[in-house]
């Protein structure tokens, strides 16, 4: 090997080299991103807490995933949760533990009917951030797991009539909304 083709070996090294660290520089600047959003929220609990102590109910405590008595049909939800099971370690690798640990362990699979699999989370912010930022990898990772094309989303507490985990608001059924939250348009 003679010398420029040992620099051209160096460079492609170096070429490599600076591809990773943008990976991870991007990574980070999402894990700084959460973690300022964690801050706001519990610098939000505090001031609420601080203000009238005795309406406060602490949100930081994520409930345990409680897959009984959160779900839609009774299949629809095994087949939700048995994806999920099998999905959970590959989001694990795609995202930092910090990531994984405060917005995607805490979603509770919901349901699975005509290639719609919907994650359920306990707050409106998260429905947000996680549709905002990490919606893409874990409909990826979803896909990979089922094995052909399939819509994910993400609803929360408030998308849902009260005392009804079949109906969101205005009596339209999880399955008939876009990722948007509007109802989809009935094909003739």
């Given at each position: 090997?003679?010398?420029?083709?040992?620099?051209?070996?160096?460079?492609?090294?170096?070429?490599?080299?600076?591809?990773?660290?943008?990976?991870?520089?991007?990574?980070?600047?999402?894990?700084?991103?959460?973690?300022?959003?964690?801050k706001?929220?519990?610098?939000?609990?505090?001031?609420?807490f601080?203000?009238?102590?005795?309406?406060?109910?602490?949100?930081?405590?994520?409930?345990?995933?409680?897959?009984?008595?959160?779900?839609?049909?009774?299949?629809?939800?095994?087949?939700?949760?048995?994806?999920?099971?099998?999905?959970?370690?590959?989001?694990?690798?795609?995202?930092?533990?910090?990531?994984?640990?405060?917005?995607?362990?805490?979603?509770?699979?919901?349901?699975?009917?005509?290639?719609?699999y919907?994650?359920?989370?306990?707050?409106?912010?998260?429905?947000?951030?996680?549709?905002?930022?990490?919606?893409?990898?874990?409909?990826?990772?979803?896909?990979?797991?089922?094995?052909?094309?399939?819509?994910v989303?993400?609803?929360?507490?408030?998308?849902?009539?009260?005392?009804?985990?079949?109906?969101?608001?205005?009596?339209?059924?999880?399955?008939?909304?876009?990722?948007?939250?509007?109802?989809?348009?009935?094909?003739?």
């Amino acid at each position: 090997m003679n010398n420029e083709d040992q620099i051209l070996a160096v460079l492609a090294s170096i070429q490599a080299d600076i591809a990773d660290l943008k990976e991870r520089q991007v990574s980070t600047q999402a894990d700084i991103a959460a973690l300022k959003d964690v801050k706001d929220i519990i610098v939000n609990m505090a001031a609420k807490f601080e203000a009238k102590p005795d309406l406060v109910e602490l949100e930081l405590n994520v409930p345990e995933n409680d897959l009984a008595s959160s779900h839609g049909s009774d299949s629809a939800s095994e087949t939700a949760i048995k994806y999920w099971t099998e999905t959970l370690p590959l989001l694990q690798k795609s995202f930092s533990d910090i990531v994984f640990t405060a917005w995607i362990e805490p979603l509770v699979p919901y349901s699975y009917n005509d290639n719609v699999y919907i994650l359920k989370t306990n707050r409106d912010f998260a429905k947000a951030t996680v549709n905002d930022r990490y919606l893409l990898e874990i409909t990826k990772c979803i896909r990979t797991v089922i094995g052909h094309d399939v819509d994910v989303r993400i609803v929360s507490p408030d998308d849902f009539e009260p005392n009804d985990n079949q109906t969101l608001r205005h009596g339209i059924p999880v399955s008939e909304v876009d990722l948007c939250g509007n109802q989809k348009e009935k094909l003739k």
